[in-house]
């Protein structure tokens, strides 16, 4: 017998807990090592300075980059636009590719380049979530100038056939962004054998804390160029101004460090106990339909439609586990997400889907006990009966 603690937390795609590994790295650089890595007269900036180098150093080993590549950022949004309004502002025109099921921080900073004068082509996904690479090679005009496609889809966790994207790029001459917040960390991303131009990626996504991400930036073949866009202290080699957020870059690197050591383990780890919550739910329980793609997709994502019950009713019953619908910044709002309608879902489909997020300290009892609350709740509210006793939910350990 084993205590389970409630709530279960099973929303690693909205965000991860700090590991404590990390956090004991950053702590000493609140109340003791807290020097502006700036100021580089005194042993404090020159301590903090080193400890960014550092990080850098972890950062960059795990893409397979040089340190000089990595820009330190607020997040992956920051690093999305610092990529694609950096090369826009450096190239003045031209045409940009992405697609329908990228994350709103790379969409909307496409529509607002599209106000400035690029030309936008959003390529089609198929009911998996992939991209046709065909497509994308028709897609490629002699005014491309950026490919900006993502690592891995934060909703149905379908991931991109990156190297082939990576060569296509390079065999055109475009550029190639690709948003690796969900994916840096969890699988393998090499910016060298991938031909990533330019990569973005979050520290909290990874069991660093939030507010700190990277954006990869390419040096040679080829150099890319970017116009910075914040300016003020010439950080970062002037394209990202700004005090460098010491704690936070050290717990990225950290987190780099040990998400690296344990890539391929983890992940065999975490597909065992999606595919258990998978086949727990699915062979109990008629009218799931499975979103995203099963042969390419994340190791700890599950993206499950209920026939007949909603999303949103299913989440607020089950209290006892912290769930979403969609993606974390959508799930409030009544919307249809925008991936799953591209995938060619209904908004019924849509409107009754649940994202599983598991991660690093997901344990099976808990899988299980997910599976047991989900089946149970869809099959009561299939039948009109609503799931009174856990509505009285408050925070406990179960024994199991
Ligand atoms: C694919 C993707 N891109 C970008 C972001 C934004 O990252 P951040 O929270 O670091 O700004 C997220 C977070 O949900 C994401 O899933």
Known sequence: MSDLILPIYMDYLATTPVDRRVLDCMLPHFCESYGNASS?????????AMSVAQARQQVASLLNAREREVLFTSGATEAN???????????????????????KAVLDV????????????????????????????????????????MAA??????LHPLAEIGALCKARGVLFHCDGAQAVGKIEIDVESMGIDLLSLSGHKLYAPKGVGALYVRSRSPRVRIMEQTV???????LRAGTLNVPGIVGLGRACEIAGASLREEGARLIALRNRLHDRITSRLDGCGFNG?????LPGHLSLSFSGVSGTELISDLRDIALSSGAACSSDTPVPSHVLSAMGRSDMEAQSTLRF?????????????????????????????RDNGENEYTEKTVAI
């Not at 998996?128 to 900006?148: E, F, K, P």
């Not at 003020?232 to 002037?238: F, H, I, L, S, V």
Request: proline fraction near 0%.
């Open 110 to 149: 496409c529509k607002m380049l599209e106000g400035r004068g690029f030309r936008l082509t959003h390529l089609n996904v198929d009911s998996a979530g992939r991209i046709d690479l065909n497509a994308l090679d028709q897609a490629i005009t002699s005014d491309t100038v950026l490919v900006s496609l």
């Open 357 to 385: 997020g598991m991660g690093r300290f997901t344990v099976q009892s808990e899988v299980d006990y997910v599976a047991d609350r989900v089946v149970g709740l869809v099959e009561s509210l299939r039948v009109g009966v």
């Open 153 to 158: 889809n934060n909703e149905v966790g379908t």
């Open 40 to 48: 580089a007269t005194h042993s404090f900036g020159q301590k903090a």
């Open 81 to 103: 636009n610092l990529a694609l309004k950096g090369v826009a502002d450096w190239v003045k025109r031209g045409h940009i590719i992405t697609a329908k099921t990228e994350h």
């Open 293 to 297: 793609c099963e042969q390419e997709r």
């Open 232 to 238: 003020g202290g010439g950080q970062e080699r002037g």
